[in-house]
């Protein structure tokens, strides 16, 4: 056998398995490999590639790279125009739409489809014979723009169709979007190269989709889900609904939270639910869209010049409004973190009151350019924490006063110093002088994931400092009755439970003790990382930069955070006092890398367990798992319960592993 026979055979046999475990990833949401062995088969491929061009092929999982630099896109006329949506901003309106559907079609309840708005950009993409062969934006919705190779990079979307029964031609539309993830990467990368960030995800995905050289696009982990295809009907499908299921069955990634409804009602109550989950979801969403699922009613329903009369997107309410800064005031967090914060003439955003909004940090109000007295658009960043979007300078009034961050402390008045790796100014007054410091610190001690100190709220902790009773983390255990008593509304009962308690937490492990401690940036999984990792407080304390920076998932900054942590005296002395005080746990075992069964491996927990769920936690952590709260791409697997809720969502939205109770226990005995 000749070699360049050989090396057909061979890529060939690389294109199969990589298809199949792209599908597996993406589709199935069930990959068979790890990340490491698809890296490198993908290396094989691109070696013999790089020996024998000739055997590219447009299908090829090596075509995600990107090609040279186009020249201006083509415009593609689309066969089937992409039409708008009409939109619903209330339930009265959502309401109108069900009626005029159902007076139409005249029926007393109508079947929809439900599926998640997401906020990105529509495409069409074209299969030929299963193969990925052309790809053009919506643009005006008769003609787009060409964007066929930025669209081979995306790596969520097949380049050949799965499964049985491959049509020789394919047209499918959907949405391309980034994760927010991936969204927060690419801004940190756009940072480190002196570069402007996105505004917001959709703005990059669509920035990232009409890049001339698709090597960019291919940097910037685009996704994809298909929300249609062009001549369903006339391949044997009768409902949306089986539209969805098709393109799936054909390898191609949908949302997965779409659900088929029946009547208003069920659409109402979807809507409300999505509105609660959204926040928790792996992509940015802006509404509901909902379509009458049978496409013989779609068709009788027909169109307007614009839009299916046969769908809507009911929008949430706006996440975004207009307002004034009043004043920008100084917040000093746990670390000392000094954070400029936005007073804001009181404005609703979201269906909430928002009378503050984070700036972040000095830069980051340099680089928006927010004044005293600028009127400002305010978002509620994942609906939670709101932000100054964008200064509408035009309204600019003339008595505008810039920001100027303090050289000391608001709160302690000592110095304030900035590290050449960090865009925070930090306070140095320390615990022991900053009560602000020392406040945020207390309550993350007694959090309920860290030392769990019942009783211990964040008023409660106010009063102890203020009343100097507290000055640092370990005063906590030298509390007495008769200090407690003399504090307001502080009943005996009151104080003894809070003592027994506090003697109560001395009984610990030590990845609680490390987190409760406060390192920056160190979160539960890390905690448990080092404590694993280390196994005892000494090993810990005397290690040095390299060490920390070796272990896997610890980079430079964390590795810093932790190395001056060890360093401060004030710090240790507090740990020591804590220790002399009774805190104690017992020594886990120390591990080294990859030993035990489930080791590196990262997993999450959401939803009503049959086992208690600190059993199960414990389990797992002793087989070498770290269990943590928040779901991302490094998470291995989210193990689901009853009720489960936006972990699961998003862990769907990420194509993370799920498993249910059985297949907890299966993990667990093999």
Not at 237 to 266: E, F, M
Not at 380 to 409: Q, S
Request: charged share 25%; aromatic share 6%; proline share 4%.
């Amino acid at each position: 056998m000749t070699d360049k026979k050989q090396a057909a055979e061979q890529s060939a046999r690389l294109r199969e398995t990589l298809h199949h475990h792209n599908y597996c990833y993406y589709v199935l949401d069930a990959p068979e490999i790890s990340d490491a062995e698809y890296d490198s088969l993908l290396r094989q491929l691109q070696a013999i590639e790089a020996d024998h061009p000739a055997l590219i092929t447009d299908d090829s999982p090596t075509r995600r790279v990107g090609a040279p630099v186009a020249k201006i896109f083509r415009q593609v006329s689309h066969s089937v125009p992409m039409l708008s949506l009409d939109n619903a901003f209330n339930e009265q309106e959502l309401t109108e739409f069900d009626r005029r559907i159902r007076e139409k079609l005249e029926l007393d309840v109508v079947d929809y489809c439900a599926e998640p708005k997401m906020d990105g950009l529509a495409v069409s993409i074209l299969y030929q014979d299963g193969v990925l062969s052309a790809g053009a934006t919506r643009g005006d919705g008769s003609t787009g723009e060409d964007v066929t190779d930025n669209i081979r990079t995306i790596r969520n979307l097949p380049l050949r169709l799965q499964g049985q029964d491959v049509p020789a031609q394919l047209e499918v539309r959907g949405e391309v979007f980034m994760l927010i993830d991936d969204f927060m990467q690419l801004n940190k990368n756009q940072q480190v190269k002196n570069q402007k960030p996105f505004a917001n995800p959709r703005n990059a995905a669509a920035g990232s989709l009409r890049q001339l050289d698709s090597r960019i696009t291919a940097e910037r982990r685009l996704s994809f889900y298909g929300y249609g295809m062009v001549d369903a009907e006339s391949r044997g499908l009768t409902a949306h609904s089986a539209v969805l299921d098709q393109l799936r069955a054909w390898g191609l990634p949908i949302n997965n939270v779409w659900r088929k409804l029946r009547g208003l009602a069920q659409c109402v109550d979807f809507f409300k639910a999505m509105e609660r989950k959204r926040s928790g979801l792996a992509f940015e969403i802006d509404g509901v869209v909902f379509k009458v699922d049978g496409l013989s009613q779609q068709q009788a329903m027909g169109y307007t010049s614009r839009a299916p009369r046969w769908a809507i997107a009911h929008k949430f309410a706006p996440e975004e409004a207009v307002t004034k800064v009043l004043g920008i005031d100084i917040q000093v967090g746990r670390t000392g973190a000094l954070t400029p914060v936005a007073r804001l003439e009181p404005v609703t955003v979201g269906g909430v009151t928002v009378s503050n909004a984070t700036l972040h940090n000095e830069d980051e109000v340099k680089r928006k350019d927010v004044q005293q007295g600028d009127t400002v658009t305010v978002r509620r960043a994942g609906d939670v924490i709101p932000e100054v979007v964008r200064v509408l300078t035009e309204l600019r009034p003339d008595n505008a006063r810039p920001f100027i961050m303090p050289k000391e402390c608001p709160v302690c008045g000592s110095p304030v110093a900035r590290q050449d790796d960090e865009a925070v100014v930090r306070c140095t007054g320390g615990n022991r002088r900053c009560t602000a410091q020392c406040i945020g610190a207390v309550r993350h001690f007694a959090s309920r994931r860290a030392l769990d100190i019942r009783g211990l709220g964040d008023k409660l902790v106010e009063q102890l400092v203020e009343k100097n009773l507290v000055n640092s983390v370990a005063d906590v255990y030298r509390l007495e009755r008769n200090g407690l008593l003399a504090l307001d509304r502080m009943a005996a009962k009151s104080a003894d439970n809070l003592l027994a308690q506090i003697d109560k937490s001395k009984d610990t492990t030590f990845a609680r003790f490390l987190y409760g401690l406060g390192i920056p940036e160190v979160g539960e999984s890390t905690a448990e990382l080092l404590a694993v990792e280390f196994g005892d407080l000494d090993s810990l304390r005397q290690a040095q930069l390299d060490q920390l920076q070796a272990i896997k998932d610890i980079g430079p900054v964390l590795a810093e955070h932790i190395y001056r942590f060890f360093q401060d005296n004030e710090n240790i002395n507090t740990i020591n006092d804590m220790i002399a005080a009774g805190v104690h746990w017992p020594m886990p075992e120390k591990r080294g890398a990859g030993n035990a069964p489930l080791a590196g491996k990262r997993i999450v927990i959401t939803g009503t367990l049959d086992m208690p769920r600190d059993e199960v936690k414990a389990k797992l952590k002793s087989l070498g798992a770290s269990v943590g709260n928040s779901v991302s791409k490094n998470t291995d697997y989210v193990i689901v319960g009853r009720d489960p809720g936006s972990k699961f969502t998003k862990a769907q939205g990420l194509g993370v592993t799920v498993l249910d109770e059985q297949g907890l226990l299966n993990l667990l005995e093999s």
